[in-house]
């Protein structure tokens, strides 16, 4: 199994970038849309990549714009479906069936 951190990485050097100049350029995404929830910092991306920690939608979203690729590529290192699949709501809603009696 891939680890989700070394494949961030991996994206990160593949483009030439340091730790640094992600937290530089995530601070324009933070401008444009307008909230510190997307701020990535070099401390911060320095865990997700070494330490596997699971970052924040917000950063996520970040880190797709900053190394160009889908959020849904990203969130597929984690193991998180775009879309819900069909047996993940049916088995929730005879759970919240069950709760309801």
Known sequence: MKLPGKELRKLRLS???TMRDVEAASRSVVRTRR?????VLASRLSEM??????PAAERLYTLSVLYRRPLESLLAFYRIPM???AKDRRAAGRTLRLRRS
């Open 49 to 54: 990549e070494n330490k596997h920690i699971v």
């Open 35 to 39: 909230s510190r929830r997307f701020l």
């Open 15 to 17: 483009l030439g970038l």
């Open 83 to 85: 879309r819900p699949a």
